[in-house]
């Protein structure tokens, strides 16, 4: 989506933990072997000596926000991350003043915000329209994890808590609700 408006070009990523996944993938995205890396670390180490990266994109799954957003924004660069921002307050914090030590940029993702319908309820309750709101109740009803499937790769890091954080389920998906609310 960053790349509608052709002002944002991916011109390389470490798409993978797996090496040869990630070479893969670079491959069908078109980009050249030698901007396709088997780690973020390479990625950000090299690039950094390049100077040939703008900035950092992490969409990852949680547990693999703070440390690729630490190290980017400790090379110079800006970094989008995708919700949730980490796994900690502790973590949280320490991003926050790497940010201001740094003076880079961190702009922190929340895929619903961008919704039409999302855009259009929250102008309806900023000129009161439906009143003043003074509870907001939230339900995310989906299903797929709830079937025996532990060989899709994101069953296993949402179910393990050492992945998903030890919020579990409430930072990967509830942080969408306090977004919105």
Request: glycine share 8%; proline share 4%.
């Amino acid at each position: 989506a960053a790349c509608l408006d052709g002002e944002i070009e991916l011109v390389c990523g470490a798409f993978s933990s797996d090496a040869r996944q990630s070479l893969e993938m670079g491959a069908k995205l078109g980009l050249s072997a030698d901007r396709i890396y088997g780690s973020y670390k390479e990625m950000i180490e090299h690039e950094h000596e390049t100077g040939e990266m703008d900035f950092v994109v992490i969409v990852t799954p949680n547990h693999v926000h703070y440390e690729p957003a630490i190290l980017a924004l400790l090379a110079g660069f800006d970094v989008i991350l995708d919700k949730p921002m980490c796994h900690s307050l502790e973590q949280a914090r320490h991003l926050s003043r790497t940010v201001d030590e740094t003076s880079r940029t961190l702009c922190l993702t929340h895929a619903y915000t961008g919704y039409p319908m999302v855009k259009q309820s929250r102008q309806m309750i900023l000129r009161f329209d439906i009143g003043l709101v003074r509870k907001v109740y939230v339900e995310y009803p989906q299903g797929w994890l709830s079937h025996d499937n532990v060989n899709s790769k994101q069953t296993q890091w949402r179910l393990d808590p050492k992945q998903s954080g030890p919020s579990g389920c409430l930072g990967d998906i509830g942080v969408h609700a306090f977004n919105l609310a």
